[in-house]
Nanobody
Framework: VQLQASGGGLVQAGGSLRLSCAAS????????RAWFRQAPGKERVFVAA????????YYADSVKGRFTVSRDNAKNTVYLQMNSLKPEDTAVYYC??????????????????WGQGTQVTVSS
């Protein structure tokens, strides 16, 4: 089972990026999927999550209204559309997955599958 994150890069403040996380090895349509990020010298923190089934979405307060998480089950892929980017969004972004949904969706310890991370740098 592998998660492959892509789409990071360098963008100016106010710009947009779309991250992708492709899963392989099994069907992930019933899995909870999430995005986390880690800035230099800081811990990894929750960004967004999407439930299996009804596709309900959840966001950290810092990205609410600017980021949108979505999934394409046919492609086993989750996306993170990031708009109105700010320098404080600079981090390595990681996608994650687990086989069930729970109220602990924002905790890193709850996920057992992780992508390798993709760097997002927002210049001021």
């Amino acid at each position: 089972v592998q998660l492959q994150a892509s789409g990071g890069g360098l963008v100016q403040a106010g710009g947009s990026l779309r991250l992708s996380c492709a899963a392989s090895g099994r069907t992930f349509s019933s899995y909870a999927r999430a995005w986390f990020r880690q800035a230099p010298g800081k811990e990894r923190v929750f960004v967004a999550a999407i439930r299996p089934g009804n596709g309900a979405t959840y966001y950290a307060d810092s990205v609410k209204g600017r980021f949108t998480v979505s999934r394409d089950n046919a492609k086993n892929t989750v996306y993170l559309q990031m708009n109105s980017l700010k320098p404080e969004d600079t981090a390595v972004y990681y996608c994650a997955a687990r086989g069930y949904w729970s109220v602990s969706y924002s905790e890193t310890s709850q996920y057992n599958y992780w992508g390798q991370g993709t760097q997002v740098t927002v210049s001021s």
